[in-house]
């Protein structure tokens, strides 16, 4: 089964029955999984190519097959009750890959990555043929992973953010400031929520030069193009303010996430970035598998949900601060464009 006209004729040449379906397509999928009822369903999990000069048109098609053609694929697997192989052919896999062969690994798949397979229920270490990573390119400014974690997946950036750049980027968010609001699935639209205690504001993508740095480093570090990435949201929590633990994906079943969805698709990642270090409490936690981040200026914590259920664990919230302010800035990364 492939989506690609060309690939055809090899089928035929290995013996093989050719079908053209594309991954989008779940219905075609499923038929054809209960047709052909195979055994083993294997599924590509590619980064960029080598040729740079293809990312914009490769991206947009990747993006979606990352994720709505994973689990389109998954599906169709499950109705012939095959397992699923994932081949990993990447020059630089990130974060948000490693999530969505997570996916595969939870649900009887097997991965197979730099030549090495990784069975049902297992989480890999982040390593290179030359073993383990601790510090990441991010472009412009290298990166240092302080910790991480399989599931849910969780990895504390070190040193994303200069001094400089996190003030400006204060300085800049200031003066427009108002009470926080959160995202209504029941409505589509968005208010004041009690659970969340802070004043924030929103940046456009690349507003200011410091935020397309920024938007940049992320898009790098995290192999995820910036157009799939919401404006940056910078909130300020006062003594005592919080934001009480929470999913960032979209609710399915409410009735106002498909007009949500419309800009850019399920939510499937989130970054905080700390701006500055409160004197005391501001931590971000993840109560289902008790973590807490400490806010350092500069650092990061990335996490990412393959999918909107709270079988990802990515429960989280900002614990009260205690003393002083915390300022961050928060980044959601999208499956598609967001517009």
């Known amino acids: 089964m492939t989506r690609t006209p060309a690939k055809l004729d090899v089928l035929r040449t290995a013996g093989a029955i050719p079908v053209l379906c594309d991954l989008f397509d779940a219905a075609a999928l499923s038929a054809y999984a209960r047709e052909f009822a195979p055994d083993l369903v294997m599924h590509q999990v590619t980064d960029l190519p080598d040729d740079r000069t293809r990312i914009p048109d490769f991206r947009t098609r990747n993006d979606r097959v990352r994720s709505e053609g994973t689990r389109n694929l998954i599906d169709a697997a499950r109705t012939a009750r095959a397992r699923v192989l994932a081949q990993s052919i990447a020059w630089n896999i990130g974060p948000v890959i490693e999530a969505h062969e997570h996916l595969i690994l939870e649900t009887d798949g097997t991965v197979l990555r730099y030549g090495q397979l990784y069975g049902p229920g297992t989480y890999y270490q982040d390593t290179l043929p030359d073993g383990p990573r601790t510090v990441l390119s991010a472009g412009d400014r290298e990166v240092t992973v302080v910790t991480s974690m399989r599931n849910p997946r969780v990895v504390v950036f070190a040193n994303l953010l200069s001094d400089a750049e996190c003030d400006e980027i204060v300085q800049l968010a200031s003066a427009r400031l108002a009470r926080s609001e959160t995202v209504q699935t029941e409505t589509g639209s968005s208010e004041v929520n009690e659970a969340r205690t802070s004043d924030g504001m929103f940046f456009e993508r690349g507003e200011h030069p410091v935020c397309a740095r920024l938007e940049s480093r992320l898009a790098t570090l995290l192999s995820w193009p910036i157009e799939n990435g919401e404006g940056l949201q910078v909130l300020r929590y006062r003594p005592g303010a919080e934001y009480k633990p929470h999913y960032d994906y979209f609710d399915p079943a409410q009735p106002g996430t498909?007009?949500?969805?419309?800009?850019?698709?399920?939510?499937?990642?989130?970054?905080?970035?700390?701006?500055?270090?409160?004197?005391r409490g501001g931590a971000t936690i993840f109560p289902d598998v008790q973590l807490d981040v400490a806010p350092v200026k500069g650092n990061a914590v990335f996490f990412s949900y393959d999918r909107a259920h709270p079988a990802t664990r990515s429960l989280h919230g900002g614990a009260p601060v205690i003393e002083g302010e915390k300022w961050v800035a928060t980044k959601w990364l999208r499956e598609g464009r967001f517009t």
């Open 258 to 279: 498909p007009t949500i969805l419309k800009r850019g698709g399920q939510r499937v990642a989130s970054i905080v970035c700390y701006l500055n270090t409160p004197t």
